[in-house]
């Protein structure tokens, strides 16, 4: 049994499906969880900016004594993973190869999709970790860089011709393939499983990273024997822009009262 | 006349949109613009990191000789400018004030509609400026945060149902009070022209701020007898992320092609 806390990180928001996946799947574990909402979005960014970031947030999350780190966000665990795991002294884990190993095992075509921000898609690393599992595997991907904005903004509901029309669009080549699996690369787009399940049909599979991140947590804890064995945990926030706008968002994201939880701190300090 | 060159900044690339303007208006003076792409979008931040960030802007441009700097983003005029006023010593121009008085100066009806982002609206900039003018003008704002990531993505086209749903979502409150001039307070949004204009109808006018920002920048070089009496003028680009996504999409905002002639500075040492 090991009580030190969970760390993770993401660009922004996004990152609280994964928290929340994690307080499901391991609710004896205390999280603290860094949103950097004051340099968000990345996906849009340069690899070298990205990890500048990435670095700084691994740095802040380590300033506490933690046993793991769970990266959140499909950019940085595209582009900065091996990078992090090189230079930080504990587990870390990003969503790619867990959400690529779920949908290697899921699908029967072996023809799956992938949506994400415009870097994670650049970056090839989904195709990489699936092409390491299955070599024939077809891989289809589109970034999608309006439905963070989108699902942001409250844009997140069937029936709503924005998101709609806008998912059509992105979804498009996802149909076209074929794909039986679909790999949701971004924590926003949990919130979008509706829309987007509604667009692909039922017989698609919808794979959400944050999900595949804490299931691959469970399973690392478990192993290394490094589960709390705590009844209930508990989760610490903080964010580098002021807390008034998280803890309103996060409420979408988290599906729980934040207020007066949340704190913010110096990003650049670290 | 005085030879040094202008400053110009926005938080990302809308502020081309007025550089677009001062170079018709200002064919001889030289620019030099940074856009802080690495940071972008302020409009949803605190006013502590909008003045932050505004700080390491105006820095960066005055490690530059210049004879005056306009802050081309809406955010920044409406939170920090009187704050950036006091603390440096060459004339800094937002986009409020001169807008205001474009807009003041327009109105028959007195009603008058401002669309910005959230912390430009929030912050009443606009309204204050527009009743030290004239207290009986009526304003009527609204944020309109899918703007610009809608316009980045290229989405700000006539016909197409995503931005035409959004706009008229945006802009029923100004047609509700019968606005009959509308201030654009986002150097974004003149991309939008055609679509604000096709939902407002015609009797309606559109002031933009980065050409009123313009207009006010030539005023008062002439006033100081400060133009630079050049035939043509250069402009340097500077911005905070990497070029190569810059060059790209500000072709879009200041229709002509900038390749090989944006720089990357790292904003964070200033």
Known sequence: MEHRPVGVFDSGLGGLTAVRELMQLLPGEDIIYFGDTARVPYGSRSPETILKFARQDMNFLCS????????????????????????????VIGVVEPTAAMAARQTRSGRIGLIATQASIRSGAYERALHRL???????????????PLVENGRFRPGDVVIETVAREYLRPMKDAGVDTLMLGCTHYPLLHDVIAGEMGPEVTLISSGYAAALALKTLLA??????????????????????????????FLRCDLKGMAQQINIEKY
């Open 64 to 91: 506490f004594d933690l046993k793991a780190v769970v990266i959140a966000c499909g950019t940085v665990s595209t582009t900065s993973l091996a990078t992090l795991q090189d230079e930080y002294d504990l587990p």
């Open 134 to 148: 299955d070599g024939s595997i077809q891989v289809t991907g589109a970034a999608c860089p309006l439905f963070v």
């Open 223 to 252: 192993e290394r024997d490094d589960l709390s064995g705590a009844a209930q945990g508990d989760t610490s926030y903080f964010v580098s822009d002021t807390v008034d706008g998280f803890e309103q968002a996060a409420s979408l």
